[in-house]
C-alpha cells in the first residue's frame, strides 16, 4: 500500500478495506473515514471485510469501526487478522472471522502466487482448512474450500468456487456464491443444515439412521440434486 | 499423599506441593446446564479425597457456588475485592465449614463485569498454584469476557452439557474457541442423564454427544432429584455416599487425580453399558 494506510477494494462480495496494522490507530480509522467520506455515498450498501494484518483490536476498537461504516451505511461483515485478540474481538462481536496465516496479507487474492509451482494443469486457488469446524466458525473465500476434517451444525463455509468435506458436513455451505452454477459440494457424509449453490438452495431431509456415503451436491435441471460419488 | 481422614479443622503451615496446583475450568457456553453443581461437588469431593481445593466463582454479578456451598453468610470479601487491592488473596478465601482443606472466592455481586481481566486470572491463579492441588473455577454463560477470564488461567477445562441439542451446540462453539486460543484439548461431563428416555430414543446418548463433539468423557451425571435438593440445604451431593450424582461427581474427582475409575453402571443394558465403556477407554474421534 503506497505511503496509505488504508486501501478500500471491491472484492467479489463486496468490499476489502485493509488497515495498516502499526501505524496509529486514531490515524488510520480517521483515514478510513476521510477515505469514505470522499467517495460520497460510493460505498453505500457495502459489505465490508475488514483486513488488519497483526495489530490487536480490542472489542471497543472493532465497535467503533463498526460503528464508523454503519454511519455511512455500509456492513461490517468480516474481519481477517493473525492477531488473536482482534479474532477474539470479532466472535464477540458476532462477526465472521477469518484468521489469516496462509497467504500472508496483501497478496491474500493473487491466486497466481499461490500456483506459481510449475503445473501442468491450471486450477482456481482455495483455503485448505485441516482441522473440524465448530459450531459459530466460518471460512470464506474467492476460491474453493477443503475442509479435512467435519464441517459441525452451526458452522459456515462460503466459496465462490467448490467445497470439498473429507468428513461429516453438518453445517451451513454456500459454493459458487458469485453465482457460478458449475460450483459443486462434496462430502464424505452430506447432511448439511443448509446447502447454496449459486442462486439455489437445498436443505437435508430428516435425519434418518442412514450409512454415511460420500456424495456431490450440483444443479442439474434448475435444482440441487445430490448423488453418489462413485469417482 | 497421607490419608487424613477426619475433617476436625487443625491449624498448619500450608504444605508445599510439589508440581503446584491443577488449575481446572468448569464451562459450558449455555447456561443452566450445571457448571455450578459440577464445580461445588467435584471440589468436595476432591476435598474428601485429602487435596487442598480453591473453588473460584467467576461469574461476576450472578454469584451463586457460594450459595450451593453453603457459605454466603460468611463472605466478606470478594474476587473484585482482591484483584482491585481492597484485600489480601487470603482474607478472601473462605474456609469450608467441615473440610478445612477446601476455600472459596466468591465472585462479586453488583459490579462492573470488565473489572476482573483475564490477566487479573492468571496472577491470582500463580499466586495461589504452590499451596493447593486443584484450583476449580466455575464460569459464567457465554462466550464474552467473563469466559475468557474463566479460561484465561486454565490448565484443563471441563466441558458440561446436557442431553439436548442446543446445549451441545453451544459446548461445540465453546471447544471451538477453546481450539483456536490453543488450550489442550477440554474433557466432557454429560450431566442430567436420563437412562429412560435414552433408552426410548428420546434423549441424545452419550455416544450420539461424543459423536458430534469428538472430546473425550470425564463423566456422566444421571437426572438426580437429590442434586436440587442438596444444593438447597448448601451441601453439595458428593458429601453423601449413596446417591447416583454423588457417586458420579466422586468419580470424576478420582479420573481428575490420575485414578483410572471404571464407568458406574446406568443401568442393566448392558448394550447400552458396553457402548460407554467403549466411549471412555477409547479414543473418541
Ligand atoms: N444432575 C442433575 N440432576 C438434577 N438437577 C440438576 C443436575 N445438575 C444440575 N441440576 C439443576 O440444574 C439447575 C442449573 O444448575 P447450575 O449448576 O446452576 O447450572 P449453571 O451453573 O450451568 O448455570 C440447578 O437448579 C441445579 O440444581
Ligand atoms: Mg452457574
New interface residues.
Given amino acids: 500500500m503506497p505511503d496509505s494506510t488504508v486501501a478500500i477494494k471491491g472484492v467479489n462480495d463486496g468490499l476489502l478495506i485493509t488497515l495498516d496494522p502499526v501505524e496509529e490507530w486514531g490515524l488510520v480509522t480517521a483515514e478510513l473515514a476521510t477515505h469514505i467520506d470522499e467517495k460520497g455515498a460510493f460505498f453505500n450498501g457495502a459489505e465490508v471485510t475488514l483486513e488488519v494484518g497483526t495489530r490487536p483490536v480490542r472489542k471497543d476498537e472493532l465497535t467503533s469501526v463498526k460503528a464508523l461504516l454503519e454511519r455511512r451505511g455500509m456492513t461490517l461483515f468480516a474481519v481477517s487478522s493473525d492477531s ?1 485478540t482482534t ?2 474481538s470479532a ?2 462481536l458476532d462477526l465472521r472471522v477469518r ?1 489469516n496465516s496462509s497467504p500472508p496479507s496483501g497478496a491474500a487474492y493473487e491466486p497466481d502466487a499461490l500456483l506459481s509451482f510449475n503445473s501442468e494443469e491450471d486450477g482456481l486457488a482455495g483455503v485448505m482448512i485441516r ?7 466460518s471460512v470464506r473465500s474467492q476460491g474453493h474450500v477443503v475442509i479435512y476434517g ?1 464441517v ?4 459456515e463455509i462460503l466459496a465462490a468456487g467448490d467445497v470439498i468435506v473429507w468428513g461429516k458436513l453438518r453445517g451451513n455451505v454456500y459454493a459458487g456464491a458469485d453465482g457460478d452454477e458449475t460450483a459443486v459440494v462434496c462430502a464424505l457424509d452430506m447432511q448439511p443444515t443448509q446447502l447454496r449453490i449459486a442462486g439455489y438452495i437445498a436443505i437435508s431431509p430428516p435425519e434418518k439412521r442412514r450409512k454415511p456415503k460420500p456424495e456431490v451436491a450440483l444443479i442439474r435441471n434448475d435444482r440441487i440434486v445430490v448423488e453418489d460419488w462413485d469417482g | 499423599m497421607g490419608a487424613n481422614g477426619g475433617a476436625a479443622a487443625k491449624p498448619q503451615p500450608p504444605r508445599k506441593s510439589a508440581t503446584g496446583a491443577k488449575v481446572i475450568t468448569v464451562t459450558s457456553g449455555k447456561g443452566g446446564v450445571g457448571k455450578t453443581t459440577t464445580t461445588a461437588n467435584i471440589g468436595v469431593a476432591l476435598a474428601r479425597l485429602d487435596q487442598r481445593v480453591v473453588l473460584i466463582d467467576a461469574d461476576l454479578g450472578l454469584r451463586n457456588l457460594d450459595i450451593i456451598m453453603g457459605l454466603e453468610n460468611r463472605i466478606v470479601y470478594d474476587l473484585v475485592d482482591v484483584v482491585e487491592g481492597r484485600c489480601k488473596l487470603r482474607q478472601a478465601m473462605i474456609k469450608h465449614k467441615q473440610l478445612p482443606e477446601l476455600y472459596l472466592i466468591p465472585a462479586a455481586q453488583t459490579r462492573d463485569k470488565t473489572a476482573v481481566s483475564p490477566a487479573d486470572m492468571i496472577k491470582m491463579a500463580d499466586q495461589m498454584r504452590p499451596e493447593f492441588d486443584f484450583i476449580l473455577i466455575d464460569c459464567p454463560a457465554g462466550i464474552e469476557r467473563g469466559f475468557r477470564n474463566a479460561v484465561a488461567p486454565a490448565d484443563e477445562v471441563l466441558i458440561v452439557t446436557n442431553p439436548e441439542v442446543s446445549a451441545v451446540r453451544d459446548a461445540d462453539r465453546i471447544i471451538g474457541l477453546l481450539e483456536a486460543e490453543g488450550k489442550k484439548t477440554p474433557h466432557l461431563i454429560l450431566n442430567r442423564v436420563k437412562t429412560e428416555m435414552i433408552r426410548k430414543g428420546e434423549m441424545l446418548s452419550p455416544e450420539d454427544v461424543t459423536d458430534i463433539l469428538a472430546i473425550k468423557l470425564i463423566g456422566i451425571v444421571p437426572e438426580d432429584e437429590n442434586v436440587v435438593s442438596s444444593s438447597n440445604s448448601g451441601m453439595p451431593l458428593a458429601f453423601l455416599d449413596g446417591s447416583r450424582a454423588g457417586t458420579a461427581y466422586r468419580n470424576i474427582a478420582r479420573r481428575l487425580m490420575g485414578e483410572n475409575v471404571p464407568f458406574m453402571q446406568l443401568d442393566d443394558n448392558s448394550g447400552f453399558l458396553k457402548r460407554i465403556q467403549r466411549l471412555f477407554g477409547g479414543q473418541t474421534g
Fill in positions: 488473536d479474532l477474539e466472535i464477540a484468521a482441522r473440524t469446524m465448530r459450531s459459530g466458525r467435519d459441525n451444525a452451526g458452522a
